[in-house]
């Protein structure tokens, strides 16, 4: 398995959403969520996480060892935990 990034990755997000705007998105979805956060990635990813998940109906959350990108640093384990959750 092999992942990548390429130029758009590396540009600053132009959607930054209010706490309440995120809260209501997320509590808009319906769908089984699948949450993969690194085991050494940013406090703040962990915090929001802290923050969202009650308004998550269903998801599961699974890590991945690496830092932000751990899915370009871990493929194969993030892959597997892709799979699961699809099956």
């Given at each position: 398995?092999?992942?990548?990034?390429?130029?758009?990755?590396?540009?600053?997000?132009?959607?930054?959403?209010?706490?309440f705007?995120?809260?209501?998105?997320?509590?808009?979805?319906?769908?089984?969520?699948?949450?993969?956060l690194?085991?050494?990635?940013?406090?703040?990813?962990?915090?929001?996480?802290?923050?969202?998940?009650?308004?998550?109906?269903?998801?599961?959350?699974?890590?991945?060892?690496?830092?932000?990108?751990?899915?370009?640093?871990n493929?194969?384990?993030?892959?597997?935990?892709?799979?699961?959750?699809?099956?």
């Amino acid at each position: 398995i092999y992942l990548e990034n390429g130029p758009k990755v590396k540009k600053g997000s132009p959607v930054r959403l209010n706490k309440f705007a995120a809260e209501q998105i997320i509590s808009a979805i319906t769908a089984e969520t699948l949450l993969i956060l690194a085991d050494d990635g940013y406090q703040t990813m962990k915090e929001s996480y802290s923050m969202f998940q009650q308004c998550y109906k269903q998801h599961t959350l699974v890590k991945v060892s690496g830092h932000h990108h751990c899915h370009l640093e871990n493929p194969s384990q993030t892959a597997q935990h892709i799979g699961e959750f699809l099956l």
